[in-house]
């Protein structure tokens, strides 16, 4: 989702991405963070306080690295949400272009591709919440998090918040950041949780306020990959036919299963059936830490014959057994 802003700061998430000079007529499979501390080692910044959460100053990013000459793509494996301002350029975000100059908020999901053209400024200002779904795994948030429509490529608009709302949400992140780096204690994971939930909040009521009613994008192939999977999941059908083939996906997409995957390849580095396998794990995720089913109970939800096929399919995507992904989640 982008929210824009006034026209001296907006808000951003992904911010930085690497692909061929020659964008336009060449793409090239975006830089993949499947850590957030691999994303504080590119940045040139130190490591994060905790794995799983971070608050990332842009100030601190080094002046030479926002000055690039090529367009940059990115794609990562938790969400990232953020306040920057001091930029001009165009990010791409699914496939359409927009132009930040006047002030932007994204709200970007695990998986979810944004490209930066050339020529960005050579000093940013604001910050990034950046945090793994697993570091809320044990809160309503796990499912919340799902009910947020800005967290997807069919939402665009632009949302204008004033001075005051500017400074709140300003607050909100040094709030978050402060609770991050105190002492850990029994009560820092809740404090931090509901921070971020707060701020979530209040980006819905912003962006309710401004817009009765939603535009979509109907023609991105990634935002109709995104609506047959979660209307896949969500259904019967998970149960009763098992994970959909990337021949079920295409046919609803209709295009060829082999032009489905070199489409996404180009757009998100990954083929259809990872992107099928990543939603299941998502789904297998949010099971075992808001529900007390029995491994042999998720199985049947996701159509798996034997619950031994579960389990061999998450530990080779995760490498830990579902019951191993409980544990550490309690």
């Known amino acids: 989702m982008f929210l824009s802003l006034s026209s001296k700061s907006f808000l951003t998430c992904n911010l930085f991405y690497k692909t061929d000079n020659s964008m336009k007529n060449k793409a090239v499979i975006p830089e993949q963070f499947t850590t957030i501390s691999s994303l504080h080692n590119y940045l040139k910044i130190k490591g994060p306080k905790n794995p799983l959460v971070s608050i990332i100053s842009l100030d601190e990013l080094e002046s030479d690295y926002l000055e690039i000459e090529k367009s940059l793509s990115y794609s990562y494996n938790f969400y990232v949400i953020g306040f920057k301002k001091n930029f001009e350029g165009k990010i791409r975000y699914g496939q359409q272009y927009y132009d930040f100059d006047a002030g932007v908020m994204t709200c970007i999901g695990p998986g979810q591709v944004i490209t930066i053209d050339k020529n960005s400024p050579s000093k940013v200002e604001g910050y990034l919440l950046v945090v793994h779904a697993d570091f809320f795994a044990n809160y309503q948030l796990a499912t919340r998090i799902k009910e947020y429509g800005f967290f997807s490529y069919a939402t665009n608009e632009a949302l204008h918040l004033s001075d005051d709302e500017e400074s709140l949400v300003i ?88 032009y489905l995957s070199d489409m996404l390849r180009v757009f998100t580095g990954r083929s259809t059936s990872q992107h099928i396998q990543d939603k299941a794990i998502d789904k297998v995720k949010t099971l075992l830490t808001t529900t007390n089913l029995t491994v042999a109970e998720i199985a049947f939800e996701l159509g798996f014959e034997f619950p031994q096929s579960l389990n061999k399919f998450f530990k080779r995507k995760t490498n830990m057994t579902p019951i191993e992904y409980r544990q550490s989640m309690n």
Do not use: W
Not at 194 to 218: D, P, V
């Open 171 to 258: 607050s909100m992140f040094k709030n978050i950041d402060m609770e991050i780096s105190a002492m850990i204690d029994l009560y820092t994971q809740d404090l931090v949780v509901s921070h971020i939930e707060l701020l979530l909040n209040y980006c819905n009521r912003f962006y309710n306020r401004q817009f009765i009613t939603r535009k979509t994008i109907s023609n991105g192939i990634l935002t109709k990959l995104e609506f047959e999977l979660n209307n896949y999941f969500e259904s019967k059908s998970l149960a009763d036919n098992g994970l959909p083939s990337v021949q079920y996906i295409a046919e609803k997409l209709n295009v060829s299963p082999n």
